[in-house]
């Protein structure tokens, strides 16, 4: 039976579970690798008759997640082919073709019974057709992550649009749907902005995959953590009221156009026992430690850190490796 008093459960996780996690953040400001196999590791809960193992959270690079309870897999923004588009090249070309590398897609999603979109751009939603198709997954976004799934040939029973604020309820854990808001870049604006209202054509290109409003997501596991999910350095302080998660996997800033990213985010989330950057590594080369990370996004991701230490000191900042197996 799912726990529905999340302060009472929470707060007993807050304080004595997830307090276990400790993570220096001292040598990876200054270049070195973390050490994740060590990292956020609790003592693992009791299982329920809905899973036969423990949870588990593995990071796929930009905002992409593999979480397992047990034998149960969902996804968020699941984008594993990383193709070049010119983007860290400093010759961005947005009419880059979609493709799906199945080579390294298939070996990874043996299967998934949810996908949370938080937003569509192609760096979080080209892959999520191409799974959902093959794994039956329920894809869970945006009206517009729901026009482009029709786009690509998935069957409506299949797409779950969401605007924020709804609560579901799978048994094994819940999804809380968090209305949100894209980064900006320096100029205050962001690429491919913009809705789908009707199903469109199949997207072609990357231009094809627009913003189509931003979503971030809560999972509350029964018996487990609560774990806050964005996909974007921008958030309504507002909307999260009430979360207060255990771990949160919050975006590296794309800009400073946000004004006091991190303390505003520090404060609404009832600082985390545990802070998780992401969407600070280069997203177009391949998925394998040690992660590629361009110059300037290792000063914005230091910069990250230097923030939460700051603003939370008592949370704990982990700075993921793909693929490995994180236990908060």
């Known amino acids: 039976m799912l726990d529905k008093r999340p302060y009472d459960r929470r707060r007993f996780l807050r304080d004595a579970a997830v307090g276990t996690a400790a993570v220096s953040t001292a040598g990876l400001v200054a270049g070195a690798s973390a050490a994740p196999a060590q990292a956020a590791t609790a003592a693992p809960a009791a299982a ?4 036969s193992g423990a949870v588990s959270f593995r990071w796929w690079g930009t905002s992409g997640w593999r979480i397992d309870i047990g034998d149960r897999t969902l996804l968020v923004d699941p984008y594993l082919s990383r193709y070049d588009t010119g983007l860290f090249k400093g010759a961005f070309n947005e009419n880059t073709r979609l493709k799906v590398d199945t080579t390294v ?3 990874l ?18 892959d999520v057709p191409h ?14 992550a729901y026009h482009l799934g029709l786009a690509y040939g998935l069957p409506s029973t299949q797409l779950a649009p969401v605007r924020g604020g709804e609560v579901l309820d799978f048994g094994a ?3 809380e749907v968090v209305s949100s808001l894209h980064s900006r870049n320096a100029a205050w604006s962001m690429a ?6 009707s199903r469109p054509p199949k997207p072609e290109t990357i231009a094809d995959l627009p913003e189509g409003d931003t979503l971030a997501y809560q999972i509350r ?18 909307n999260l009221a009430g979360l207060a998660p255990d771990v949160a996997m919050v975006a590296s800033a794309a800009s400073t156009s946000t004004a006091d990213y991190v303390p505003r985010l520090m404060a609404a ?4 026992k545990v802070v998780v950057p992401v969407h600070w590594d280069n997203f177009e080369t391949p998925l394998t430690n040690p992660p590629t990370v361009a110059p300037k996004d290792r000063e914005r991701l230091d910069d990250l850190i230097a923030a939460v230490r700051k603003a939370s000191p008592r949370s704990r900042v982990l700075v993921p490796e793909y693929h490995t197996a994180y236990h908060f």
């Open 269 to 272: 989330l009832d600082h985390p």
């Open 221 to 238: 596991v029964d018996g487990g953590p609560s774990v806050f999910f964005m996909g974007a350095s921008d958030f309504a302080e507002r």
């Open 48 to 51: 329920g008759p809905w899973r």
């Open 105 to 107: 897609v298939d070996p």
């Open 192 to 197: 491919f902005p913009g809705v789908r209202l």
């Open 131 to 144: 799974i959902a198709e093959r794994t039956g997954a329920r894809v869970v976004g945006t009206l517009t």
């Open 173 to 175: 854990y819940t999804v």
């Open 109 to 126: 999603v043996d299967r998934a019974e949810n996908i949370l979109v938080t937003h569509t751009h192609w760096d979080h939603f080209n």
